[in-house]
């Protein structure tokens, strides 16, 4: 049972420079998102998509964009990477119902120096 | 402005204890609290639901309290076990924000042996 798979697992970036994360999920869920963990501040959602097709500004979106690439995959893009953005990211999808639990995958630490 | 908050940072409980855990919400219109669990280097996991209908819902070791008056709601952990190590998220979701989660900053429960 694949789940959500996030890669990298780990990266480290200068300023200025971009990168991709890639995320996809083997449940056949319609919603993804995209989180940041950081000290003190728990999880803030930066992007998520409802359904194929559409993607929705969380509470913390500057400097990244995403891509509903399919049901399966959901990208997050830093155009360029700013110390700010050290964090742990989190991709995590759910199959629509407002109850149903979200499942998370095992994160990718990134590191800009 | 967090609307979910955990004001422990960590909670040291002996084995076999009871462990509680405090979350405080500031919107009234979530309706829907979930905890999730978080070992080092994982993503998180879901562990427990409430609905705001409810004051109490019960899964083996784990129960969950709601107070809707006091915007609070608990988690207890009984007994606890040295697996029970690890971060805990409070979340809270509700019709107003399409359901997506918003997280406490989590607290660090240790079970001593």
């Known amino acids: 049972n694949a789940g959500v798979t996030q890669t990298p697992k780990f990266q480290v970036l200068k300023t200025g420079q971009s990168m991709t994360l890639q995320c996809a999920q083997d449940?056949?869920?319609?919603?993804m998102y995209w989180y940041r963990q950081d000290p003190g501040m728990g999880l803030r959602l930066i992007y998520y998509?409802?359904?194929?097709?559409?993607?929705d500004k969380g509470e913390v979106p500057n400097g990244y964009n995403v891509s509903r690439l399919n049901k399966r995959e959901f990208s997050l893009r830093l155009e360029s990477a700013a110390p700010s953005q050290t964090s742990v990211y989190f991709c995590?999808?759910?199959?629509?119902?407002?109850?149903?639990?979200?499942?998370f995958g095992e994160g990718s630490r990134l590191t800009v120096l | 402005d967090q609307q979910v908050k955990q004001n422990s940072p960590s909670l040291s409980v002996q084995e076999g204890r009871i462990s509680i855990l405090n979350c405080d919400y500031t919107?009234?219109?979530?309706?829907?609290f979930l905890w999730y669990k978080k070992y080092p280097a994982e993503g998180p996991t879901f562990l427990i639901s409430?609905?705001?209908?409810?004051d109490k819902n019960e899964d083996g070791r784990f129960t969950v309290f709601l107070n809707k008056s006091a915007k609070h709601l608990s988690l207890h952990i009984v007994p606890s076990q040295p697996g029970d190590s690890a971060v805990y998220f409070c979340?809270?979701?509700?019709?107003?924000?399409?359901?997506?989660?918003?997280f406490g900053a989590g607290t660090t429960v240790t079970v001593r042996a």
């Open positions: 995590a999808s759910r199959d629509g119902s407002h109850t149903g639990e979200l499942f």
């Open positions: 449940m056949n869920h319609n919603s």
């Open positions: 998509s409802a359904s194929e097709g559409t993607t």
């Open positions: 919107n009234s219109m979530f309706d829907y």
């Open positions: 409430i609905s705001s209908i409810k």
């Open positions: 979340a809270a979701s509700g019709a107003f924000n399409d359901y997506k989660l918003s």
